[in-house]
């Protein structure tokens, strides 16, 4: 009995992972906000929208015509802020990248930045997408 169990289970669940992932991920971004309270770092918030039937990665960022800016992902786990290496967006769901969870952090901003500067958001399927964030000193 437990034989057949684990064959079902080893049949079932690559048919699972399988249909989760055929679909394309289909994202659109809203609210991208790059927020600067010490001088040369900023954080960046935004909603990220998947309305596909497949997931995506994001994987990388960067500010667009800074290439001494360093941008990274970063979460907070256990009350710490730490990097990460990735942020899944599932199929039909949403990520909020918003204080105290998941943003991007930027380290080595000039102290001109414009009124907008674009962000560039690299995600393993969909590629690079490219949104403008206001910026906003505090
Ligand atoms: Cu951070």
């Known amino acids: 009995m437990k034989t057949v169990k684990k064959m079902i289970t ?16 289909l994202l659109s971004i809203k609210w991208p906000q790059l927020v ?11 909603l990220i929208l998947n309305d596909g039937s497949g997931e995506d ?14 941008c990274e992902l970063h979460d907070i786990q256990g009350g710490r802020m730490k990097k990460v290496q990735k942020m899944v967006i599932r199929s039909n769901s949403e990520l909020e990248l918003k204080p105290g969870s998941k943003h991007l952090m930027l380290f080595g901003l000039p102290d001109d930045l414009p009124e907008k500067v674009t962000i ?7 590629g690079e997408i490219e949104i403008t964030a206001g910026v906003k000193r505090l």
């Open 57 to 70: 990665i994001l994987v990388g960022c960067g500010l667009k015509g800074y290439p001494g800016v360093v």
């Open 36 to 46: 600067s309270t010490k001088r040369s770092v900023g954080s960046v918030f935004m």
């Open 120 to 126: 560039v958001l690299q995600f393993q399927r969909s």
């Open 10 to 25: 080893w049949l079932i669940l690559p048919l699972m992972l399988l249909a989760c992932e055929k679909g394309e991920p």
